[in-house]
């Protein structure tokens, strides 16, 4: 079955503390990307991929980092989370940016 | 950033009504417009994706038209059903950011 999978589900950390949120798909896709989703704000990208080893900053990159070292994987890293980055998190995959995006299930973040 | 809007924020429609809500979106350096339908606790599914002026699309009672020169796509939904209740989301890829930007989202309550 064709998926995007993202792991954790749920998670609740607190302040500092280094965390990694896993995405991977299966549809050899090669643009992956990240969205964090928060109250009256819509889906906003953190950062996205175009092919493995090239990765750019979306709208809201602080505090973020990605790596692409695989085709299916583009791990989310939070070095220092901050309560600000308590969100409904997305990684999605697409064949190119502009074509239709799959979307994982999220995670759900929340830093104390 | 891109700046995508779509309207109405919310509405609520009985039972067998149709209904449209718009996006709107930068005509300058527009690749793509994508449609998303997101039910509550799951992850948005792509409806459509438009590239061409006057692209017309359609999927069972729901349809998409799209403006690039004037920068708008409109959604339909023709007799809406309670299942119809989601929140209808719209994003522009713009080629020169090869980024996809979202909107706020209209939310659409269908009334029994």
Not at chain 1, 25 to 38: F, L, P, T, V
Not at chain 2, 60 to 73: F, P
Not at chain 2, 81 to 99: H, I, K, N, V, W
Request: hydrophobic residues 30%; contains cysteine; aromatic residues 12%.
């Amino acid at each position: 079955e064709a998926q995007v999978t993202q792991n954790p589900r749920y998670l609740i950390t607190v302040t500092g503390k280094k965390l990694t949120v896993t995405c991977s798909q299966n549809m050899n896709h090669e643009y992956m990307s990240w969205y964090r989703q928060d109250p009256g704000l819509g889906l906003r990208q953190i950062y996205y991929s175009m092919n493995v080893e090239v990765t750019d900053k979306g709208d809201v990159p602080e505090g973020y980092k990605v790596s692409r070292k695989e085709k299916r994987n583009f791990p989310l890293i939070l070095e220092s989370p901050s309560p600000n980055q308590t969100s409904l998190y997305f990684c999605a995959s697409s064949s190119t940016g502009a074509g239709e995006q799959y979307f994982g299930p999220g995670t759900r973040l929340t830093v104390t | 950033i891109l700046n995508v809007e779509q309207s109405p924020q919310s509405l609520h429609v009985q039972e067998g009504d149709s209904t449209n809500f718009t996006c709107s979106f930068p005509s300058s350096n527009f690749y793509a417009l994508h449609w998303y339908r997101w039910e509550t606790a799951k992850s948005p599914e792509a409806l459509f994706v438009m590239t061409l002026n006057g692209d017309e699309k359609k999927k069972g009672r729901i349809s998409a038209t799209l403006n690039t020169k004037e920068g708008y796509s409109y959604l339909y939904i023709k007799g809406s059903q309670p299942e119809d209740s989601a929140t209808y989301l719209c994003a522009a890829f713009s080629g020169s950011a090869r980024q996809l930007t979202f909107g706020s989202g209209t939310q659409l309550t269908v009334l029994p």
